[in-house]
């Protein structure tokens, strides 16, 4: 009897389970009939991909989803009724636009399935530059209007928070040549100003131009000012994001402010008093401005004698430098444009720059032999960065040498390169010594050449100075004549196929004349340079003479 009590009791028990399975299984199917659920992909338009890592919100609730690697998302246990998503992801935050579904209506049980996308790149041009207006008349060249875009956003280097009323600006030089008038330079410049949400827009760039994107905030006075940030850009498509970090607005001491005004006493004392050749650019936020330069103006530019100032901070950079093979590259020369530290790699091609300035920064490292890298670093105080750096190959093509001497031979022969070379005075380059020095920019042809330095600016910009005594007394290429102070001469000045050239930026050679278009050189100290040769006009210069390969007939 007792057996059977307990084989009903046991048979009870397992009955009332089975009851609350099925309670169970019918009340978690009563739930999912009285919700609906939600799922789809989200698109990145801009670049032809999915979006990851996106968040996708219900309106007014904290049910939200991530896309994963496929750009697909799912949020379940959506209450019935009107409802909207939104998507958030830092691309979105960079163009200053959003994504919003229209009204939806979710009944219980549904499953919805939807696609949300990016605005395209047409769309989100026009939207950034409706009330931009293109250049008109003599500016609207190739060189200094297109429909490029450059859309981004400045944050603090150390909060990551977006920065407003940072002024950006995009800067390039355009560069023209006749018989008839010389050598010109035009300088262009877009402005903009960042706005609440740290979001920027350039608009109406030429493509295929390489530029200097350039950001300085003003919530810090002359402090903040000191530390603008800038990166090369070449906009090669209709939108470029860019993404810049600019260092945080440090409070100014009584040392800070000594230096900023010994600085720019130093730089009002060493300035000649010479009228600018080009008239101010203009300030407004968004319009266009251009500054035609001719060549061999009188005007200096009040640049080329401005003290300079290099950024400091407290953020460090390691890395290491690797040929195409992967193996270290020693003494290679590694710096930061903008700041004063720099180094040479050691035996296995590590190098370690301290007391950075923050931000987004240009990294430069140059090694004979190699086409010099420069990669965009973003630097803060929070951490150190380390990176690696790869040089590429590069092989400096040669032409049939039979061919080249003959034709070589009579084109030096018709600019009288022969001539002067046969009288003793000067020194005299062709195409085997030009190549003997294995240069990738012009400046690197005269790297070891007595009496000249190469020198680096503040943006890492290079020029020739000339140098004299032990003292070195020097005097820049971009002047072209003895300054005030340490700037004592000689100066450096160039004559290119008969036209005389002056640099109204520094490194500006470098963009226009490259060592493989160089056929021959003639190199005169000051006062050496004979009197008739065509497009001197400082003889008191060392005097680089340069003939191109197509002057020659190469």
């Known amino acids: 009897m007792r057996r059977l009590a307990a084989l009903g009791l046991l048979a009870a028990a397992l009955a009332l389970a089975g009851a609350d399975a099925v309670r169970a299984q019918d009340s978690a199917a009563a739930r999912v009939r009285r919700v609906a659920s939600v799922r789809g992909v989200v698109i990145d338009s801009l670049h032809n991909s999915v979006l990851v890592n996106a968040d996708v919100v219900i ?3 904290n049910r939200s989803a991530h896309t994963d690697a496929s750009g697909d998302f799912r949020i379940d246990s959506v209450p019935p009724g009107a409802f909207r998503l939104g998507v958030f992801h830092p691309l979105l935050d960079s163009i200053g636009v959003g994504i919003a579904s229209p009204p939806l209506i979710a009944r ?22 409706r009330d931009v207006p293109a250049p008109i008349g003599v500016l609207a060249t190739p060189q200094s209007t297109g429909p490029g875009v450059i859309l981004g956003r400045i944050l603090d280097a150390d909060s990551d928070e ?23 330079q035009t300088h262009h410049t877009r402005l903009a100003t960042t706005g609440t949400s740290g979001v920027f827009h350039l608009c ?18 002359a402090a903040a000012a000191a530390s603008a940030v800038s990166r090369d850009l070449t906009p090669q498509v209709l939108l470029s994001l860019i993404t810049m970090h600019v260092p945080p ?24 008093a010479v009228t600018p050749a080009s008239p101010p650019a203009t300030t407004a936020a968004t319009s266009p ?6 060549a061999g103006s009188a005007g200096v530019p009040a640049s080329a004698h401005a003290a300079r100032r290099y950024a400091t901070g407290v953020a460090v950079l390691t890395g290491q430098v690797l040929n195409p093979q992967a193996r270290p590259v020693a003494r290679a020369k590694v710096f930061v444009m903008g700041a004063a530290d720099s180094a040479a790699t050691d035996d296995a091609g590590k190098f370690t720059l301290r007391n950075l300035p923050s931000g987004t920064r240009s990294l430069v490292v140059r090694s004979v032999g190699f086409e010099p890298v420069v990669m965009t670093v973003e630097l803060t105080s929070r951490e150190p960065v380390n990176l690696v750096v790869p040089f590429a190959a590069r092989a400096i093509p040669a032409l049939p ?6 034709r070589l031979d009579n084109g030096l022969k018709r600019v009288g390169f022969s001539t002067r070379q046969r009288a003793g005075v000067g020194t005299f380059w062709t195409l085997p010594d030009i190549d003997k020095q294995k240069a990738y920019d012009f400046h690197d042809l005269f790297a070891t050449f007595p009496g000249l330095k190469v020198d680096y600016n503040e943006q890492g910009q290079a020029s020739l100075m000339a140098t004299r005594a032990a003292n070195a007394c020097i005097g820049y290429s971009s002047v072209g004549q003895p300054t005030v102070g340490s700037n004592c001469g000689p100066c450096v000045a160039y004559v290119i196929d008969g036209q005389p050239f002056r640099e109204s930026d520094e490194g500006e050679l470098d963009d226009y004349m490259h060592p493989n278009d160089i056929g021959a050189i003639e190199i005169y100290q000051d006062n050496e340079v004979p009197r008739s040769l065509p497009g001197v006009t400082q003889i008191d210069c060392i005097n680089i003479v340069i003939w191109t390969k197509a002057r020659l007939g190469v």
């Open 59 to 61: 309106d007014g609730t």
């Open 108 to 129: 219980a049980g549904d499953s919805l399935v939807l696609t949300l996308a990016t605005p395209s790149t047409v769309t989100v041009t026009a939207r950034a530059c």
């Open 162 to 184: 977006p920065v407003p009323n940072v002024v950006v600006s995009f800067n390039w030089t355009e560069l023209a040549a006749s018989k008839a008038t010389g050598f010109h």
């Open 204 to 221: 109406h760039l030429p493509l295929g131009v390489t530029g200097s994107l350039q950001a300085g905030r003003r919530d810090g006075g």
């Open 249 to 272: 607005v440090v409070t100014p001491t009584i040392t800070t402010l000594a230096a900023t005004a010994t600085a720019a006493q130093s730089a009002d004392a060493s300035a000649p």
């Open 289 to 294: 401005s251009s500054t035609p330069t001719a």
């Open 401 to 406: 040498p039979v061919v080249v001497t003959g």
